[in-house]
T-cell receptor
Framework: EPEVTQTPSHQVTQMGQEVILRCVPI?????FYWYRQILGQKVEFLVS????????KSEIFDDQFSVERPDGSNFTLKIRSTKLEDSAMYFCASSEDTYYEQYFGPGTRLTVT | AQKVTQAQTEISVVEKEDVTLDCVYE???????LFWYKQPPSGELVFLIR??????QNEISGRYSWNFQKSTSSFNFTITASQVVDSAVYFCALSSGGYNKLIFGAGTRLAVHP
């Protein structure tokens, strides 16, 4: 069964460093998303991406964040200068069409020290 | 404004008990979609169901059933004859307003004890 994959599973970085989180969405899906979940809290939307551009972003997704689909399979989230409060689980998701169910990857746990 | 409320923070049951997880949503849109996801201790988010606002039929899938009531803006989830493997955090989510982002509730942690 097709699935969303994410790498790395865990990333530790120092405050101020840049990190890139990688995702491979399900191959026939057209819509891609990033969400984050601070430990023990709700899942929060960050950004949605369709047709090689951002379709929507939340207030969390400020200038420190960017997304890219560098090739036909990968979808990346970059945080330019990490802060302690960026520590969270980051989930990538994809869906076949708008309003369809979103399938989530296993997540990348980001720890900023 | 769009909002999802899961008032039950934690529920603890003994195996084979039935349990209902509540979800109340808010949206001004007439077209919207509701979802349930399961997050087991391993941490991944597993899709369970999607329901659109025009379909109020209840759904049953094995031991799982969902009750959608527009009159009370609720989309409740019942597990019949619960099992230890059902222990997880369950999230209700809403998508509406021409955007397909998911707005999640705070989640309900279900613990099923043997």
């Amino acid at each position: 069964e097709p699935e969303v994959t994410q790498t790395p599973s865990h990333q530790v970085t120092q405050m101020g460093q840049e990190v890139i989180l990688r995702c491979v969405p399900i191959s026939n899906h057209l819509y891609f998303y990033w969400y984050r979940q601070i430990l023990g809290q709700k899942v929060e939307f960050l950004v949605s991406f369709y047709n090689n551009e951002i379709s929507e972003k939340s207030e969390i997704f400020d200038d420190q964040f960017s997304v890219e689909r560098p090739d036909g399979s990968n979808f990346t989230l970059k945080i330019r200068s990490t802060k302690l409060e960026d520590s969270a689980m980051y989930f990538c998701a994809s869906s076949e069409d708008t309003y369809y169910e979103q399938y989530f990857g296993p997540g990348t746990r980001l720890t900023v020290t | 404004a769009q909002k999802v409320t899961q008032a039950q923070t934690e529920i603890s049951v003994v195996e084979k008990e039935d349990v209902t997880l509540d979800c109340v949503y808010e949206t001004r849109d007439t077209t919207y979609y509701l979802f349930w996801y399961k997050q087991p201790p391993s941490g991944e988010l597993v899709f369970l169901i999607r329901r659109n606002s025009f379909d109020e039929q209840n759904e049953i899938s094995g031991r799982y059933s969902w009750n959608f009531q527009k009159s009370t803006s609720s989309f409740n989830f019942t597990i019949t004859a619960s099992q230890v493997v059902d222990s997880a955090v369950y999230f209700c989510a809403l998508s509406s307003g021409g955007y397909n982002k998911l707005i999640f509730g705070a989640g309900t942690r279900l613990a099923v004890h043997p």
